[in-house]
């Protein structure tokens, strides 16, 4: 009975996005927003229709968030495209390097010396809260492989990185709050830092650049280029470069964003051998591609174009409309589980959190860094704003309640969790349209 409440709710949510969407399309809200607000209706303050215990649903909730944050890492890595010595990157390396670590320690220092938190819960909620969101992040983000406007290149790139290098942060905070003394400080650095973040990029980047080389080559080579299935190779990929990098105690998360983007820079290599442009672009594949004559399979003028080009274009177009969906999906349900446990959870103090955290802290460390020519002010004050935080900070949060937080500092983690998550959706949810459509304007000018 509970499993076909839930899955009937799922269902309506989902039915009341569809049909609401050539509304919401001009109004000054995401899709996050009326998720959570469609939860807060259906939970306890509302309806009633659901109900769920964080502490009893913690272990299978780490494992779908871990999810939708895995699938969100590697379209992210998908989609960007600039070769890693353009200058761009620089952008998403010091947002996901400096810029990340000036608000986790920003927010260290506010919840220990402005709300009396302990030093080690103060850098565990820091760390769960400091890092940019890659699945609610969507709408500021790259809008595809052509686009390398550095807002958005920063923010994609930053949202790809800084989910795995956080991770050493919240490991820290379970650490001080252990009370084992200072002596696990140097394993720390050494295992958590240097091997581990490292270890999960290179591990993840060779593994798809390596996969998508062969693939490529192979459905040249065989003429397949419109008849394998790609979203296997997409699966198989993720699956394969979190394993891999799990399995030497480096971070998954930095493996499988790396995977996708040295599976981009395969296709980067053929194109710029055919000196062509994106492929996906110039062909899409048709539904249902793998089981039609090729000759019928896709869409676009195959004719002007290579079999390297015409491999490339579909495989990347079903990688990232698969990835995009599965994506959308937990989205759509992880915000809506968020928006009926909302009212459980509350906690005021959060409204000072989010203020801080949204409007001072991160605005001051995007400000603190020493950009140059990269960006200019108004492009500064927008990556400053833009730190949308959502389902990797769920993430976090139950990863720490599985590694036995005392009930105290459990609660407490939970309700700032869950309230800045919250807020952010909501307040970043309402702003980021009408601030991108004044920076369209402003590039136009």
């Keep these: 009975m509970i499993f076909t409440v839930w899955v009937a709710v799922l269902g309506a949510v989902l039915l009341t996005l569809a049909l609401t969407s050539s509304y919401l399309r001009w109004m000054p809200v995401t899709t996050s927003a009326m998720c959570l607000v469609l939860g807060v209706a ?27 944050v895995v699938f969100s890492l590697f379209v992210s890595g ?32 506010a919840l220990h010396y402005l ?56 490991i820290l905070g379970l650490l001080m709050m252990r009370g084992d003394g200072s002596g696990f400080l140097g394993e720390w650095v050494l295992r958590n830092v240097l091997w ?48 891999a990098a799990e399995s030497v105690h480096a971070y998954g998360f930095l493996s499988v964003f790396a995977a996708g983007l040295g599976l981009r820079q395969a296709e980067v290599q053929a194109a710029d051998e055919e000196d062509a442009p994106p492929a996906e672009h110039l062909v899409q594949p048709v539904v ?21 080009q015409v491999a490339a274009g579909v495989m990347m177009s079903d990688m990232l409309a ?57 492009q500064r004050l927008l990556i400053g704003w833009f730190g949308i935080r959502g389902i990797g900070s769920l993430f976090y949060l139950f990863f720490a ?3 036995d937080l005392a009930p105290p500092a459990a609660q407490l983690c939970i309700n700032l969790t869950l309230s800045v998550v919250a807020l952010s959706i909501l307040v970043h949810g309402v702003s980021t349209q009408p601030t991108l459509a004044w920076y369209e304007r402003q590039k136009t000018r």
């Design 288 to 308: 249902g591609h793998e089981a039609v004559d090729p000759r019928q399979a896709v869409l676009g003028d195959t004719q002007a174009l290579g079999d390297g």
């Design 42 to 68: 259906i939970g306890p303050a509302g309806l009633g229709l659901l109900k769920l215990d964080i502490a009893d649903s913690s272990v299978w909730m780490e494992h779908l968030t871990e999810i939708a």
């Design 115 to 170: 709300f009396g938190l302990g030093w080690g819960v103060s850098m565990l909620i820091g760390a769960m809260l400091a890092p940019t969101d890659p699945v609610l992040a969507a709408l500021v983000q790259v809008n595809d492989a052509r686009d390398d406007d550095r807002v958005r290149f920063g923010l994609s790139g930053e949202a790809g990185l800084n989910d795995g290098s956080a991770f050493p942060f919240v």
């Design 322 to 378: 698969f990835g995009s969906l599965v994506e959308r999906a937990m989205e759509v349900f992880l915000v809506t589980l968020l928006g009926v446990v909302l009212a459980t959870h509350w906690d005021w103090r959060a409204l000072a959190i989010g203020a801080l955290l949204f409007a001072v802290i991160r605005p001051l460390s995007v400000l603190a860094m020493p950009w140059g020519r990269l960006l200019d002010g108004p």
């Design 196 to 243: 581990a973040v490292p270890a999960g990029l290179l591990i993840g980047y060779w593994m798809g650049r390596g996969i998508g080389k062969l693939t490529l080559s192979m459905r040249i080579k065989n003429a397949d280029s419109t008849l394998s299935p790609n979203d296997y190779l997409a699966l198989a990929l993720i699956a394969l470069a979190y394993v």
């Design 78 to 109: 998908l989609k960007l495209r600039l070769p890693l010595n353009n200058r761009t990157w620089r952008v998403a390396y010091g947002l996901a390097g400096p810029v990340m670590m000036l608000s986790i320690a920003g927010l260290c220092l």
């Design 401 to 403: 309640l599985n590694h």
